[in-house]
């Protein structure tokens, strides 16, 4: 199985914010990454797929980058609406496509 | 529009099997370009893949789980299903399902709202 590192477990940030998580996978995946935003008692969505686009109707303020074994979700601007907690998942090894532990935005 | 449902029951004993059924609207489960997928989440917990059913009814599951776990599908429903044997208290989680391009390239774009199942006596 491809293994995720994902990073920090938790962040606190301010409405306005420039804030980075980090995702590592154990073997190359190429772009096959994606960013879930999941908020407290709903299913996640996804954010970027293939580690770098945007999905249809996702706020610009959110970006990916990244490719091989190390991958970068950015929210340029932090709005209230962010506070949630995101998961990379990779798609590249058939299965299990396994996501990472997740990141948990919080007010500071 | 496509929406995913779960049911099944909320309550699971100890050791007894869990099974629940995800109804597809909007789409097919015989689809070629899908992995009909089942997720789960325990309380507080992150995401864990348990695996996936694809229109030929192939199947792939969680190496963690395959001596357990079971996901079979009814065309004529237009629903797939998970069956998780054995189960502990381990197992008590979220469970969704959802819909993953078969191609790996644009992540998991529909989910279900998920499901409570709760193991114990």
């Known amino acids: 199985d491809i293994q995720m590192t994902q990073s920090p477990s938790s962040l606190s940030a301010s409405v306005g914010d420039r804030v980075t998580i980090t995702c590592r996978t154990s073997q190359n995946i190429g772009s096959y990454l994606h960013w879930y935003q999941q908020k407290a008692g709903k299913a996640p969505k996804v954010l970027i797929y293939?580690?770098?686009n945007l999905q249809t109707g996702v706020p610009s303020r959110f970006s990916g980058s990244g490719s091989g074994t190390d991958f970068t979700l950015t929210i340029s601007s932090l709005q209230p609406e962010d506070f949630a907690t995101y998961y990379c998942?990779?798609?590249?090894?058939?299965?299990?496509?396994?996501f990472g532990q997740g990141t948990k935005v919080e007010t500071k | 529009q496509v929406q995913l449902q779960e049911s099944g029951p909320g309550l699971v004993k100890p050791s007894e099997t869990l099974s629940l059924t995800c109804t597809i609207s909007g789409d097919s489960v015989s689809s070629a370009n899908y992995y009909w997928t089942w997720i789960r989440q325990s309380p507080g917990k992150g995401l864990e893949w348990l695996g996936c059913i694809y229109y030929s009814e192939n199947t792939n599951y969680n190496p963690s789980l395959k001596s357990r776990v079971t996901i079979s599908v009814d065309k004529s429903k237009n629903q797939f299903s998970l069956k998780l044997s054995s189960v502990t208290a381990a197992d008590t989680a979220v469970y969704y399902c959802?819909?993953?391009?078969?191609?790996?390239?644009?992540?998991?774009?529909?989910w279900g709202q998920g499901t409570l199942v709760t193991v114990s006596s």
């Open positions: 293939a580690a770098s």
């Open positions: 959802a819909r993953d391009r078969s191609n790996g390239w644009y992540g998991i774009d529909y």
């Open positions: 998942q990779q798609t590249y090894s058939d299965f299990p496509r396994t």
